[in-house]
């Protein structure tokens, strides 16, 4: 029988005292989950692609001033959220002419055509999920996706976890709009009015946000 | 009305507690506002619990594995001059020794003998393929990685990863198209750089190339060339080779090889 894998902690460890090949190990094994965050945080393949590399060259950067108080993988969760945070920003502030026609992520086109899992459904989750603020997109899919836990999304992106909450409430309710699905017994707005709403949520929807932590767009490493 | 809306999120994940619950419960006899709410989000937490991963695309483990490799060596080779400068500090208390008991006493032989220096046999190309052997992992034109510099460690990692593809797409029975993402569609680079990966004559006629990047090798810009080799006969390929050439005169810059795993 093979050893029971090395914790992420000890690969650290052992990577810092001169182990290389415990690096690649700790990129192999957590590859898949910061790629797929990246993906459901971005929509694009290609910035994906790019919020990896650039959240597993920050951890290369800092594994040395990596002590072991927030578990490996929250610490890397939340390197991943900032990168993709930084990701979205840059792509905002990209002139029209490089990124076509239209430069908002919200509005391009799904990620992934070769990828197994491009049923319409998924891209419209995709799609929906892009139209939500994010800060609110981030723990929705922390928590919703990942299926981690309400205080580990608190100690990943770095605020109460009452503020988890509301975020994970007001977020999906965005998202269901954004999907077209309405409140029953009322007119239905416009679909996919909800990410570009001030109130994506309705109403106390801000105030509540932000009510018990700072209205970070940036998670402090 | 005042909403219970910091329970909401709890309420729907199933995790409040009983007496919470009846809070929510009771409210919502009252409230259509909250029980829409409520729909609409149990709507959303499904529709994103169904939401499925997808593969990591081929390659973007790359760079930053040539990276890890490069500050890797960099770190070594702090370590090494440190140890050299110990050891050339001991060497000199050493002859300090030598000369002391010379000085003081025999005419002792000098019995020292120079370290043998065995370099041993480094990762060369592995030997020829006789027959052709199919790529698993279909090749999809050149990659601009122009701000990448690679070095052994990097080159060895690319080996390494492109092995690790052959093996995943052996597994799931279907070509994978290497680093689509990745790939500029040029096909005037890509026969170019072809051009001078066959003129550096590294390409065996069984090799089958599986990936081209176009980048630096320790500053030199360079293109890398990543084959799988097979024993043929329409065997899998069990070799990856990868050879650095340079891009101006497609010389041989470097080489790594790595074995597949059998399947």
């Not at chain 2, 140890?83 to 050493?94: D, I, S, Y």
């Not at chain 2, 060369?124 to 990448?148: C, K, L, T, W, Y």
């Not at chain 2, 070095?151 to 070509?175: C, F, L, S, Y």
């Amino acid at each position: 029988m093979p050893e029971p894998p090395a914790r992420d902690e000890d690969l650290v460890r052992r990577y810092l005292s001169g182990d290389r090949a415990a690096f690649a190990a700790l990129v192999e094994r957590h590859e898949r989950r910061v790629y797929n965050l990246a993906l459901r945080m971005t929509g694009r393949e290609e910035d994906a692609r790019d919020a990896t590399q650039d959240a597993f060259l920050t951890v290369l950067r800092k594994l040395s001033s990596f002590r072991g108080e927030a578990a490996f993988t929250t610490w890397l969760h939340r390197v991943t959220v900032n990168a993709c945070y930084d990701l979205l920003r840059k792509r905002q502030r990209a002139p029209l002419l490089d990124r076509g026609e239209d430069d908002r992520p919200a509005r391009e086109p799904p990620p992934a055509p070769d990828h197994a899992d491009t049923s319409s459904l998924s891209m419209d989750v995709q799609q929906a999920l892009l139209q939500v603020p994010e800060d609110f997109r981030a723990v929705m899919i922390l928590h919703d996706v990942h299926d981690l836990r309400q205080e580990e999304v608190a100690a990943i992106v770095g605020v109460p976890v009452g503020t988890v909450k509301s975020r994970l409430h007001r977020g999906r309710i965005a998202l269901a709009k954004a999907m077209g699905i309405q409140q029953e017994g009322r007119a239905s707005g416009e679909p996919g009015s909800a990410g570009s709403d001030e109130s994506p949520g309705g109403p106390g929807f801000g105030e509540r946000a932000d009510a018990a932590g700072p209205s970070e767009g940036t998670v402090s490493p | 009305m005042s909403h219970p809306e910091d329970l909401l999120a709890d309420y729907i994940d199933g995790t409040l507690a009983e007496r919470e619950r009846a809070v929510v419960d009771t409210h919502l006899e009252g409230c259509v506002r909250c029980g829409a709410e409520i729909r609409q989000a149990e709507a959303a937490k499904t529709a994103l619990s169904e939401l499925e991963d997808v593969p990591v695309p081929f390659g973007v483990a790359g760079p930053v594995l040539a990276e890890a490799g490069r500050r890797f060596e960099r770190r070594r080779g702090v370590a090494w001059e440190r140890f050299q400068w110990a050891a050339g500090l001991a060497a000199a208390a050493a002859l300090i020794v030598v000369v002391a008991l010379n000085v003081g006493g025999g005419d002792a032989r000098n019995a020292a003998t120079p370290a043998a220096t065995g370099a041993s046999g480094g990762a060369g190309a592995a030997a020829g393929a006789e027959a052709a052997s199919p790529g698993v992992i279909h090749f999809a034109g050149i990659e601009a990685q122009r701000n990448v510099d690679y070095d052994d460690a990097g080159i060895q990692a690319v080996a390494a990863e492109a092995a690790d593809a052959v093996v995943a797409a052996e597994e799931t029975k279907a070509p994978q198209v290497a680093f689509a993402s990745a790939v500029q569609d040029s096909k005037e680079r890509t026969s170019l750089a072809k051009d001078c990966v066959q003129h550096s004559g590294i390409q065996g006629p069984q090799d089958v190339l599986i990936r081209l990047i176009e980048a630096e090798f320790e500053g030199t810009p360079a293109y890398i060339a990543v084959f799988s080799e097979g024993p043929g006969a329409g065997q899998a390929p069990d070799h990856i080779v990868v050879f650095v050439v340079a891009k101006d005169d497609c010389r041989i810059l470097s080489t790594a090889s790595q074995r597949i795993p059998p399947g």
